[in-house]
């Protein structure tokens, strides 16, 4: 079959390679892959940015069949939808972090699609505690922003508890940041949503799922925005989902005393901010990684209610052996999630 697959470590050395078809084990699935997205995490994979274990097929958001079982499963049969955590039972499962629920915390955690070989592939095998099963008719191209999705619920209804009445700041409009948008939106907030200039095509697909307000922080003041959408005071909650330092000192600014600044974006650089901020606002900075299986609970929930309008998030489905253009579009920021589906 064919996996696209970092042969070595550094910068490049991506390869859409003819490997030997998985074998099911006992205790694991096969899963036929139809759908899997990808992430900044595998833009900073290739770029060398992040460490892989060379070979690995990457790609850790996913949708797919379970086409085979293995002996003493128990949990899924064929023919079940579903989707995959990138950790469980990847993990220790006795450290203070996987007791607590918190597996990616787990210092000894390996990684679905960096660590262990994942899903941009016509197959992926994984441990039957790996797969989370998704609502009934649900589009399987949706259910590979299930992962994603859950990292942007832990964030909002986790560990922000926005409310309504709330204003938000969500500061990247990418799928991350349009994700966390209609979140907020559904907890009762007003929503700003920020970007710069080569966002433009993002922050009106923003409008179109929610945002009561988007600005060009090249072209307008953030600050003064949120000062005057809130009396004076600033946004009560900002989630940072760009990835970049200035996207961080923007969400401070713009953020109220006793404030909350969420901290979604990973961008691999220091960011030289101003702690006095933090300090003379009183705000509580987040960091939010991940999910639990609480998390997934919840965020299976919400997809079984079909609030969300996911589409407009997928820009483009290509086929694997297109994966040249799909990560060019990724890096460039030309669409949104980009999906990968097996030829």
């Not at 274990?53 to 499963?73: C, F, M």
């Not at 597996?103 to 592939?121: H, K, M, N, P, W």
């Not at 809130?230 to 009560?236: E, Q």
Request: one cysteine or more.
């Amino acid at each position: 079959m064919k996996a696209l697959q970092k042969t070595e470590r550094g910068p490049g050395r991506l390869r859409l390679r003819e490997i030997p078809d998985l074998a099911c084990g006992p205790g694991q699935l096969k899963i036929r892959v139809k759908a899997a997205g990808i992430c900044g995490t595998d833009l900073r994979l290739v770029s060398g940015e992040l460490p892989s274990k060379p070979l690995v097929t990457l790609g850790h958001e996913v949708g797919g069949i379970v086409e085979e079982v293995g002996s003493g499963v128990k949990r899924a049969r064929i023919g079940d939808k579903v989707t995959i955590s990138p950790y469980v039972p990847l993990t220790c499962g006795h450290c203070r972090y996987c007791r607590a629920g918190y597996y990616a915390l787990c210092e000894s955690r390996l990684q679905f699609g960096i660590t262990v070989d994942g899903a941009f592939a016509s197959h992926c095998v994984v441990r039957e505690e790996q797969i989370c099963r998704l609502p009934e008719g649900l589009d399987l191209d949706i259910g590979a922003l299930s992962e994603p999705l859950a990292c942007c619920v832990q964030a909002v209804s986790e560990l922000a508890h926005v409310e309504p009445g709330d204003l938000v700041l969500i500061s990247g409009p990418g799928p991350v940041g349009l994700m966390t948008l209609q979140l907020v939106k559904m907890q009762g907030a007003k929503a700003i949503v920020a970007g710069v200039a080569k966002d433009a095509h993002r922050l009106e697909v923003a409008k179109i799922l929610g945002a009561d307000f988007i600005i060009d922080v090249e072209e307008e003041n953030l600050e003064e925005l949120a000062r005057h959408l809130s009396g004076g005071y600033g946004v009560d909650f900002a989630f940072e989902c760009a990835g970049t330092a200035s996207s961080l000192n923007q969400c401070l600014q713009a953020a109220r005393k006793l404030g909350t600044c969420v901290i979604l974006g990973l961008s691999g650089q220091p960011a030289q901010i101003n702690p006095d901020t933090i300090v003379d606002r009183q705000l509580t900075i987040r960091g939010s990684i991940s999910h639990t299986w609480a998390t997934w609970d919840r965020t299976m929930a919400i997809l079984a209610e079909d609030k969300l309008n996911l589409r407009p998030i997928i820009s483009h489905k290509l086929p694997l052996s297109a994966w040249q253009q799909a990560f060019r579009l990724a890096e460039e920021r030309t669409g949104l999630k980009i999906l990968l589906e097996p030829d």
